[in-house]
Nanobody, 119 residues
Framework: EVQLQASGGGSVQAGGSLRLSCALS???????????IGWFRQAPGKEPEGISC????????TLVDSVKGRFTATSDGAKTKVWLLMNRLKPEDTGVYYC?????????RGQGTLVTVSS
């Protein structure tokens, strides 16, 4: 059974940085068992917004335009974690961040982690 768990959230001031971790268990992040892992964020009362999608095949990542140049998504060598490094955070980055299987916002996912950016 695929399980994903996000962690690393917190409260920071605008311009600060956080690194989120998505831990995968129960399956291999190899492009077969788990094809890809995506990061999403959800602000109160809003639909989930896709932030990144990391391939289990080659580890490459795509990012939504609003975070390009500030966020980086990478997987570790063992392919058991996907990191989301967030720099130059803005108040509009506030939300619950979660990771999901196959970059599906409504797919298998664990509890999210709250990121609060104050101005």
């Amino acid at each position: 059974e695929v399980q994903l768990q996000a962690s690393g959230g917190g409260s920071v001031q605008a311009g600060g940085s956080l690194r989120l971790s998505c831990a995968l268990s129960g399956a291999a992040f190899d492009g077969y068992d788990v094809y890809a892992i995506g990061w999403f964020r959800q602000a109160p009362g809003k639909e989930p917004e896709g932030i990144s999608c990391t391939s289990g095949v080659d580890g490459s990542s795509t990012l939504v335009d609003s975070v390009k140049g500030r966020f980086t998504a990478t997987s570790d060598g063992a392919k058991t974690k996907v990191w989301l490094l967030m720099n130059r955070l803005k108040p509009e980055d506030t939300g619950v961040y979660y990771c999901s299987e196959n970059c599906n916002p409504y797919g298998t996912r664990g509890q999210g982690t709250l990121v609060t950016v104050s101005s």
